[in-house]
């Protein structure tokens, strides 16, 4: 399995609920893919930035939804909400 952890910058002032309904239909954009198996939004408890956490198949089950037209339009809708870009971390699962 392959895990993308999304670490995500500061929300811009007034946009929280709106980059919620984002991620809510970004994942079912994403669910539409081939290896998808799932991906969460996390907050901090004591407060923070949001994480996302995605689960894929493989990497290349992954990486054909990241270089699709739907992360495209993803991106195009959710940078006009965020105070800088989020940052990637890409990793594969060795034990489960």
């Known amino acids: 399995m392959f895990i993308n952890i999304i670490n995500f910058p500061p929300i811009k002032e007034g946009k929280d609920a709106e980059f919620r309904e984002w991620?809510?239909?970004?994942?079912?954009?994403?669910?539409k893919h081939k290896g998808f198996i799932g991906r969460r939004l996390l907050k901090p408890r004591e407060g923070g930035n949001y994480v996302g956490l995605?689960?894929?198949?493989?990497?290349?089950t992954f990486m054909?939804?990241?270089t699709s037209p739907t992360q495209a339009e993803a991106g195009k809708r959710v940078m006009p909400l965020l105070d800088g870009s989020p940052t990637p971390a890409f990793l594969e699962v060795v034990i489960e």
Do not use: G, L, P
Request: charged share 25%; no cysteine; net charge negative.
């Open 64 to 66: 054909a939804m990241h």
């Open 23 to 31: 991620f809510e239909w970004s994942n079912q954009e994403y669910a």
């Open 54 to 60: 995605v689960e894929h198949e493989s990497y290349e």
